[in-house]
């Protein structure tokens, strides 16, 4: 005792230890409360309850502002784009990042500020433009889709800037275990449900502008004041749950290894460089899952974009530029975005023993992939049934010809597809499965768990760019109608669904699901 304290006087190079709230970048953070996990989960309902409006409302409402159907996809590139380029850099910044705040949360806190920012920006944009010259009654108006453009551009880059560290920072708090990975990115994809259930709730009431009437003014009708309402609430409900989770959670700050210059190490690397070595470094079960992922998007993404505007086109028989067919139609949509969430939310907690029953993630991934084929399959079914319904209920008024609103069965046919649709969303796009395998698979690499999900991300945004660019000529080739997207959507689905199914790997701890019961909820 006396002969330690003496060398460690005398030895006066020795670094001091690090403080407690430090972690070393060669040691994962310590382990956390489930609370807490749950708190930083609870974010994602704010930020689905804005996507739900986003993929419900604003692809009519771009079409409101003059731009043809055909040209709607193109503006989808935004959220390709700035995901492909803004997730992996600001994963790979906030593994690295040293603030005194933590690693995740500065990110975390200024992607929510500007998804309020891009928010009020699309709501505005047509008082905007008209302020700024647009005619009032144009069939066009540049400058509102300009300021919708803009504003649509620094959502996505938001959402990109604010998912990534949310997911991140539920790896962290788990510290990198299995079970925990797993029961973070179950209650994620619960809350993301919840937030697409009061979303899609709020983009179905026609009458919710009532609640902020000055909401509606002269170059804003009804439908434009329900939009700007929806996004005001989506503004408070966001920063709400941000300002809680960031001051109830506390986060370890990142400090580069003491050691790394012994080693002959630098924790400072270049990101393209690493960016490439992490992709020529994968694993073939990275690799795999990579490619499931990008036919897994390739099939949900025609069905995201353009399912209110199938509902109005080709179920309720409308036209666009102001159709109340149409808008029924879209309102409908929504309705059945509402159903689809509440059974996303149920599924998502029950993902664990689904696993189990199925024999495995793998097997249950790809059983929903297969369930996704016969969905998207069945919109062609219904399509054509309301088609032939439209032929033989006409009404003739002042001698014009009518078309009455669809029969209640092509409706529950409709809003039925949307539901059990919810059971392969709680488990593709809400990430649930994807994020958890990959969190699991580059346990072993020396790759960062934002970097990894930055990774993962590419194969979600690669495929979201091609929809975007072949959609509009599909459409143009096909008649102007959303169903050659959807077939391309169902031939997708399957391969995804055979690829999981024969070439995804288990993951290493997968076998251990018939041992858990439930423990990882408490």
């Known amino acids: ?92 910044y906030s593994d690295r990042c040293t603030s005194r705040f933590g690693r995740r949360r500065p990110f975390i806190a200024g992607g929510a500020t500007l998804v309020a920012i891009a928010v009020f920006l699309i709501g505005y944009a047509v008082d905007i433009g008209v302020d700024t010259g647009d005619k009032l009654y144009a069939t066009t108006k540049p400058r509102a889709i300009v300021i919708y453009v803009l504003g649509f551009w620094i959502l996505d880059v938001a959402n990109n800037m604010l998912q990534g560290p949310c997911r991140a920072l539920l790896a962290d708090l788990s510290s990198s275990d299995s079970t925990r990975v797993r029961t973070g990115n179950s209650l994620y994809a619960f809350f993301m449900a919840v937030g697409n259930v009061f979303g899609y709730a709020a983009g179905s009431y026609t009458r919710l502008y009532k609640l902020l009437p000055f909401t509606k003014t002269h170059a804003c009708d009804v439908y434009c004041a329900n939009l700007k309402t929806c996004f005001f609430i989506s503004i408070v409900l966001l920063l709400t749950i941000t300002v809680l989770a960031l001051a109830t959670v506390e986060e370890d700050i990142y400090c580069p290894d003491l050691n790394a210059e012994e080693r002959g190490g630098d924790d400072r690397k270049v990101f393209g460089k690493e960016m490439f070595n992490a992709i020529t470094s994968l694993s073939r079960p990275m690799w795999i899952l990579l490619l499931v992922t990008c036919f897994n998007w390739i099939a949900w993404f025609p069905f995201l974009i353009f399912d209110t505007d199938w509902m109005g086109r080709e179920v309720y028989g409308g036209e666009t530029k102001g159709n109340e067919l149409y808008t029924s139609g879209v309102h409908a949509g929504a309705l059945g975005l509402l159903l689809n969430s509440v059974v996303a939310g149920v599924v998502s907690l029950g993902i664990e023993p689904l696993a189990r029953v199925c024999g495995g993630v793998k097997q249950l991934w790809g059983g929903v992939n297969l369930l996704l084929c016969v969905c998207l399959g069945m919109t062609v079914v219904i399509s054509k049934i309301a088609e032939g319904s439209r032929h033989s209920f006409l009404t003739v008024d002042g001698g014009a010809a009518t078309t009455l609103p669809p029969s209640s069965g092509v409706k529950g046919g409709a809003l039925t597809v949307f539901a059990v649709l919810g059971i392969p969303l709680s488990m593709s796009v809400t990430y649930s499965i994807p994020c958890a395998l990959a969190s699991i698979f580059s346990n072993d690499s020396e790759v960062g768990q934002g970097l990894s999900l930055g990774l993962l991300n590419l194969a979600i945004v690669i495929p979201q760019m091609f929809v975007s660019v072949a959609s509009g000529p599909w459409d143009s080739i096909f008649g102007n109608g959303n169903l050659p997207a959807f077939i391309a959507g169902a031939v997708a689905a399957a391969i995804s669904g055979i690829l999981a199914f024969t070439l995804l790997p288990s993951p290493p701890l997968d076998g251990a699901l018939a041992r858990v019961s439930g423990a990882s909820m408490h």
């Open 1 to 92: 005792m006396e002969g330690g304290g003496n060398l460690s006087m005398s030895n006066n190079k020795l670094p001091p230890p690090p403080p407690p709230f430090y972690f070393q970048s060669s040691l994962p953070p310590p382990q956390r409360p489930i609370w807490q996990i749950v708190m930083v989960a609870a974010i994602a309902a704010g930020v689905q309850f804005g996507w739900a409006l986003q993929l419900s409302l604003l692809t009519p409402y771009v079409q409101l502002l003059g731009i043809p159907h055909k040209w709607s996809a193109y503006i989808w590139l935004c959220g390709p784009i700035s995901g492909m380029i803004v997730q992996p850099v600001v994963g790979y």
